[in-house]
Each structure stands twice: as structure tokens, then as C-alpha cells.
């Protein structure tokens, strides 16, 4: 049984995703962020993983039975594989699913493997990118540009959905990333620049995880400020840092192998 109020706090979740997508799609706002949202391990008939409703894929749902669109690229940011979206659209070729995410050798789910590339019409669209554990800034950026935006940029999506909050960065207390507040902020203001280029700026964005209640903050008003393109000063909230470039050098190695596992669905790759 769930504490009380926690299947409200759930609807109340999945029903901003929603309308954070109808906002968008109907041109009232270029971009919407939906605080809370990404719950991403819920599957279409049961919860999991904290996660009671799958938002993500209810905003994506809605946009492609409502509106009829047809490319809509997902990017899950996340420290833990998103299994749930990626069961849920693991054989759908309108949804380009992109998870970066922490090896799952190493952290739960334990799925989100580089040779997990979809199944039937969807294989090749579903992107699952392991990360080694202490992946930093420029480890995440170096993904960016070589995994999302050339990806973004061949499929050509109509909006793109963003999930993940603040558990990727190093002072969090369940997971083993990188990344710092600049790291964070990057990802949001990645994912604008490639919005701008590939689908006239159309973005929601869903911040909703980490575990660490001294970083949560900072990481959410990270990525909004990526995002939404605020330009204010962002202090860690802790003394220590780690180096900016920790791990590079394994995770080009990965970037290599998600490539080659991609190369015969994606020109951008050959």
C-alpha cells in the first residue's frame, strides 16, 4: 500500500507531463517544464522503481493520438535506466528513445545495455547509453555531440521530451556519476540548441529524480536554467568537485560501441 496522498501526487505528475506537452505542441509556450515528471520505470499495467504512472509516455501517448505526430524524440538523463519507456515503445519507430544513464551492471534497474537497440519496426530506435561510474561533465558532453545531437539531427523529430533530475551528479547518495551543476545545466542547454535547430525549439522537460536532498535543488534549477536559457549563477552546494574530464577516455570507448550497434539504422554513424 502506498503512504496516503501518494496516488494523487502521482496523477497530479502524469496530468502536468500531459499538458506540458499540449502547451508546447499548440504553440503557447516553445518550451515547458513539467517539475516532478520522468517517472520512467513504470510500465503500462503497474508501477516500479518509485514510479506509480509512466508521465513520459503519457505525454508522448497523448502527442502522437491527439495530434498525430510521428518523431518525437525522448532523452532520459537519468542516472538509472529508463526500462519502463523503453519497454513501452521498444518496437515504435515514431519514438527515438535516447537513455543515458549509469552501467547497469552497477545500479538498478540492471537493464539499458548498448546492444538493447528495440525490436520489429523499432529497431535502432531505442539509444541506450551505459555510462562508467564517476562519468563527468565532459564525459556527458562528449555523448551529446556524438550520440543525441547527430541522432536528433537525422530523425528530425517534431518535439523533444527530456527526463531526469539531479541524481547524475557526484554528491548524490544512491548513485556513482560525475557531474556538477555546470554538468547539469549543459545537458538543459544541449538539449535547447539542438530544440532550436531540429524542431523549432519544441521542448518539454521533466526534472524529477535524485537522492540527495542538499543537491536536488540545485540540479532541477540547473536543468531549467539549461533549458529555458537563465543565465544565473549556480554555486555547488558542496567544497569538494570532481575533475571535469573523469572518465572520458571510457566513455569515448562506449560511445564507439553504441555506434557500431547503431551503424546499419543510422546514416550519421556509417
Not at 505526430?69 to 525522448?74: F, S
Not at 555506434?259 to 539504422?265: F, I, W
Request: aromatic share 10%; hydrophobic share 35%.
Amino acid at each position: 500500500p502506498h503512504q496516503p496522498g501518494i496516488g494523487r501526487a502521482a496523477r497530479l505528475i502524469a496530468g502536468s507531463s500531459l499538458l506540458a506537452g499540449e502547451l508546447v505542441w499548440e504553440g503557447k509556450f516553445t518550451c515547458a517544464i513539467g517539475v516532478g515528471g520522468g517517472m520512467h520505470h513504470a510500465r503500462r499495467n503497474y508501477g516500479a522503481g518509485f514510479c506509480i504512472y509512466n508521465d513520459v509516455a503519457i505525454c508522448t501517448k497523448n502527442l502522437m493520438q491527439k495530434y498525430g505526430l510521428e518523431r518525437i524524440l525522448i532523452l532520459d538523463t537519468d542516472a538509472h535506466a529508463g526500462d519502463g519507456t523503453s519497454e513501452i515503445f521498444y518496437q515504435d519507430p515514431r519514438v527515438l528513445f535516447i537513455d543515458l544513464h549509469q552501467d547497469p551492471r552497477t545500479l538498478y534497474p540492471g537493464t539499458g545495455f548498448s546492444y538493447e537497440i528495440g525490436d520489429g519496426n523499432g529497431k535502432g530506435y531505442t539509444v541506450n547509453v551505459p555510462l562508467p561510474p564517476g562519468a563527468s561533465d565532459k564525459a556527458y558532453e562528449y555523448v551529446l555531440d556524438e550520440i543525441f545531437t547527430p541522432l536528433a539531427e537525422g530523425f528530425n523529430p517534431e518535439i523533444i521530451i527530456r527526463n531526469g533530475g539531479s541524481d547524475p551528479h557526484f554528491a548524490d547518495e544512491l548513485t556513482n556519476l560525475g557531474l556538477t551543476l555546470n554538468g547539469l545545466r549543459m545537458i538543459g542547454r544541449k538539449v535547447r540548441e539542438t530544440a532550436d535547430k531540429v524542431c523549432h525549439g519544441k521542448v518539454v522537460d521533466l526534472p524529477g529524480s535524485g537522492y540527495n536532498p542538499r543537491v536536488l535543488p540545485y540540479g532541477w534549477l540547473s536543468l531549467v536554467c539549461g533549458v529555458a536559457k537563465i543565465n544565473i549563477e549556480l554555486e555547488e552546494p558542496f567544497l569538494f568537485s570532481l575533475r571535469t574530464d573523469y572518465e572520458l577516455e571510457e566513455t569515448k570507448a562506449v560511445v564507439a560501441e553504441v555506434k557500431e550497434k547503431l551503424r546499419a539504422y543510422w546514416r550519421c554513424f556509417t
